[in-house]
T-cell receptor, first 112, second 110 residues
């Protein structure tokens, strides 16, 4: 299995609080992605990174920010959590374009 | 908007039967990938087919790609109960991230 770890695995937080999810990889892969998965929507891209300090927005980036200060870590921050951000969040990594992606186990976030 | 769309949304078959899932997409691609997701787990890559390939096999999996119709199909032969999962296609245009469809939920009944 690819070395990719998400933390925490589960979190319950209150509306309006900031939340940070962490994705850590040991593969030295260049590309890292954050997706959210919701019933009826499949996986939707939030943000992605193509190198240290190089990030770009995805399809559903509003309300989210990311940072990548090291190759191995990609952080996803919800600045002020809302109930609509209750979801399962997946991190994925890829070494090069046109290759397969490896996924973490997911973080189940509940905003109450 | 999402690139790939799987069909059907859900499929229920008996063990030993073949399962076929389809994926349609909208724009040009470099490759198309299929992933599997067991309940409560992350996605696992199954197979990648490049735009210049028409068919690819991996064990009990057979994937076809028709770029003129912008469609792909995943065939799982001799299904087992352990194949019960959701299956997603993902399109790869090369300079953009993978874009996933909504998935097909497969149930294989023993």
């Amino acid at each position: 299995d690819a070395g990719i770890t998400q933390s925490p695995r589960h979190k319950v937080t209150e509306t309006g609080t900031p939340v940070t999810l962490r994705c850590h990889q040991t593969e030295n892969h260049r590309y890292m992605y954050w997706y959210r998965q919701d019933p009826g929507h499949g996986l939707r891209l939030i943000h992605y990174s193509y190198g240290v300090k190089d990030t770009d927005k995805g399809e559903v980036s509003d309300g989210y920010s990311v940072s990548r200060s090291k190759t191995e870590d990609f952080l996803l921050t919800l600045e002020s959590a809302t109930s609509s951000q209750t979801s399962v969040y997946f991190c994925a990594i890829r070494g090069e374009r046109n290759t397969e992606a490896f996924f973490g186990q997911g973080t189940r976030l509940t905003v109450v | 908007s999402q690139q790939g769309e799987e069909d059907p949304q859900a499929l229920s078959i008996q063990e030993g039967e073949n399962a076929t899932m389809n994926c349609s997409y909208k724009t040009s691609i470099n490759n198309l990938q299929w992933y599997r997701q067991n309940s409560g787990r992350g996605l696992v890559h199954l197979i990648l087919i490049r735009s210049n390939e028409r068919e690819k096999h991996s064990g009990r999996l057979r994937v076809t790609l028709d770029t003129s119709k912008k469609s792909s199909s995943l065939l799982i032969t001799a299904s087992r109960a352990a194949d019960t999962a959701s299956y997603f296609c993902a399109t790869d245009a090369g300079n953009t991230p993978l874009v996933f469809g909504k998935g097909t939920r497969l149930s294989v009944i023993a």
